[in-house]
Nanobody, 125 residues
Framework: QIQLVESGGGLVQAGGSLRLSCTAS????????MAWHRQATGKQRELVAR???????NYDASVKGRFTISRDKVVDIVYLQMNDLKPEDTAVYYC???????????????????WGQGTQVTVSS
């Protein structure tokens, strides 16, 4: 089973910054895309940012211009840089690796859709 581990959450004042990190038990480049989702108390989980294999990035409108998703290929970590944090950004943030099936040298390799356990981000006003 593939494991994803998030780190970097915490308590920060409004206007502050945090950087979340996500590592995987396989290479992050094995996934079709890497994404960050969040779930606030009493709300549904929502997509925050997504980075696909070609390098295309997508952001939820509520974080565009404040959050940046990136991948460090050397250390094989996916980051979510969060600036100008607002109380409404308070949530548990989850790293997601989108599954991918590849065919190479006569064999299929299936990377399943994978999720981390989440890291709490709390923004105080």
């Amino acid at each position: 089973q593939i494991q994803l581990v998030e780190s970097g959450g915490g308590l920060v004042q409004a206007g502050g910054s945090l950087r979340l990190s996500c590592t995987a038990s396989v290479s992050v480049s094995d996934f079709n895309a890497m994404a960050w989702h969040r779930q606030a108390t009493g709300k549904q989980r929502e997509l925050v940012a997504r980075l696909d294999r070609s390098g295309d990035m997508n952001y939820d409108a509520s974080v565009k211009g404040r959050f940046t998703i990136s991948r460090d290929k050397v250390v094989d970590i996916v980051y979510l840089q969060m600036n100008d944090l607002k109380p409404e950004d308070t949530a548990v943030y989850y790293c997601n690796g989108e599954g991918r099936t590849s065919y190479y040298n006569g064999e299929y390799r299936i990377i399943p859709d994978s999720w981390g356990q989440g890291t709490q981000v709390t923004v105080s006003s």
